[in-house]
């Protein structure tokens, strides 16, 4: 099958395109990364992501000219009404993964033009079963899958020496919401590292957690943070409405313990204190954390069972979330919003 992937060259685009590569040997990738410079994308998403209409369909007639099976769309906020109606001619189909929550106005303007375009896919997948509520029968033809690890990079620190050699560890971009937090956390008595972007920003909170901010990762670095720590936090974003989020799942699979937010579609997944552990609030959190690392027998086993349960029962694996995505027939067969059963 002769598949394109349109995305950006960064985070888990890159190795979704890789994964479909390895499945399906032909297929291409297009990048949208130079649609826009950055003073233009800030415009973009800000103001007025109607101004670069005829610069985004541009791009698209000049950069397509062959015909594929299939035109995959990655969280692309960079497509308009024009673009999709061309590649409509392009390929017999055309479907979109959305792991974005492009409903809300927390990104501004950024998802205004792709909006228009939700009619014209033939299948979208979400990766939040509560994005439901938000298509008022706009559409029908989505389903919603898990979020996913992948192989090559989630697995567990070889050097058993230094493994797991720290306590508590959160991986994740700062939003308002997390600062407090952590602050609470910190004045409660616990002691945990941060890695990820922007939390300087945070003006009421970044002075008192400095310390423990050790900055960004690349994303093919995370699973050796997440595996060198016995716990493994997971925060999910307010702004975004999200019950669930990739790291949930890496963690995991990973090897390491997950104690995140309590949530409807997490508590369904895990077993809760057998598979992972979930808090309410930042008291019930450093609580919980703490019992749990005077108690290294009960982490390990449940570390393991969670890792067992994304890896061996769940097949959490991207390369397997992907052979269903591709498989036209599945789909057409498929009667269920949920592309994987828990």
Known sequence: MKILVIGTWNGTSKYDFLTVKKIFNKTKFLSIDKILNKLEYAFFYHLFPNFFDFTITRFYKKNIKENYDLILFNNVDLVNLESIKFLKKKTKK????????????????????????????DNIFFMQKNREKYLNNVIKNYFTILPFFYKKIHKKNLNKKNYQKKDICFIGTWFPERGEFFYN??????????????WSKDKKYYKFLKTNIMGPLEYNQTAKFISSYKINLGLLSKGNDDDITNRCIEIPASGSLLCCENSITLKKIFKENKEAIFFNTPKECANKCKQILNNEKLLKKIALRGKVKVRNILNLEAEKVFKKILNFNFLNSCHKKFLTKF
């Not at 055309?94 to 896919?121: A, E, G, V």
């Not at 956390?185 to 922007?198: A, V």
């Open 94 to 121: 055309i479907i979109f993964f959305c792991k974005d929550n492009p409903f809300l106005n927390r990104d501004k303007f950024r998802w205004k033009l792709f909006k228009k375009t939700l009619p014209y896919y």
């Open 185 to 198: 956390l910190k004045k409660l008595g616990l002691d945990f590292d941060i890695y990820g972007d922007r």
